[in-house]
């Protein structure tokens, strides 16, 4: 297991934690990055002295989403499992948290993304949940995105500029391509460093309370419809085989 797939930086004062995904060429997530992921989420929750977590992907993607190969039934159900706890650990954490999105930020790119409190995209950057192309869900999505927001990106699997995800409410902030560094330490040092890293938390659990058991029972039945209905059918299967074995899937509607 390579230790170089997960970075995790502090800053000088402690205030800012910094989680980057590196793992060439589109930092796809997969049960043993999720393996590292999620101990450096736990560091991060239980620094003193963090007030803002900054979740970023390395290269000139966020990221291009989970691994298919692990959707098939042999591991799926573990994979949901390993990154469902990191769905949770992040809707769940202390303090505050920011996605920093440029170029592709596809399926469980954007899970992880929508289970921040504040998403800053580049102009340029993609977003889009395709699962439903390959005949599957996306089960984190199901349970962040309101109703509304889920019928259209989840049931067309549709790409999504950065502006359709400010309009949408998915990104809170779109800045010029190339700005992207920039504008995430401007934000963050000026929204959450000066602020009292107690009262943050304070704030945060406030804010996200009732949301983390909403979220956490919908994740649940999402997760089951996944296993227990989903995965014994044809379709559920078939794309994933087909986009493994580059053709068309051939449906049975069942």
């Known amino acids: 297991m390579s230790d170089t797939w997960i970075h995790h930086d502090v800053s000088a004062d402690g205030a800012v934690h910094t ?21 450096a989420i736990q560091k991060a929750a239980d620094s003193a002295d963090g007030k803002v977590l900054v979740i970023r992907g390395a290269g000139r993607h966020f990221c291009f989403g989970a691994s298919v190969e692990e959707h098939l039934p042999e591991t799926a159900p573990e994979m949901l499992a390993a990154f469902g706890g990191v769905i949770r650990d992040l809707v ?23 289970a921040c409190g504040i998403v800053i995209a580049e102009d340029g950057a993609t977003l889009a949940s395709p699962e ?17 927001v889920a019928e259209d990106v989840l049931l067309t699997g549709r790409s999504l500029t950065a502006d359709d995800g400010l309009r949408l409410g998915i990104v809170s902030l779109v800045v010029p391509e190339g700005g992207l560094d920039e504008a995430v330490d401007t934000f963050v040092d000026t929204h959450f460093v000066p602020r009292s890293a107690h009262s943050l938390r304070l704030a945060t659990r406030a804010v996200r309370g009732q949301r983390q058991v909403e979220v956490g029972e919908r994740l649940d039945e999402a997760e089951r419809l996944y ?16 986009f493994m074995e580059k053709r068309p899937p051939q449906w049975r509607n069942c």
Do not use: K
């Not at 296993?227 to 087909?242: F, K, M, Q, S």
């Open 19 to 39: 989680i980057t995904l590196d793992r060439a060429p589109g930092n796809v997530i997969d049960i043993a990055l999720c393996g590292q992921l999620r101990p």
């Open 92 to 114: 769940g954490f202390p303090y505050p948290t920011v996605a920093g999105v440029q170029g592709s930020c596809l399926g469980g790119g954007l899970e992880l993304v929508l």
């Open 132 to 148: 439903i192309q390959l005949g599957v869900l996306a089960p984190a999505a199901t349970a962040l995105l309101s109703t509304r």
């Open 227 to 242: 296993v227990e209905e989903l995965l014994p059918t044809h379709d559920g299967v078939e794309g994933i085989r087909a």
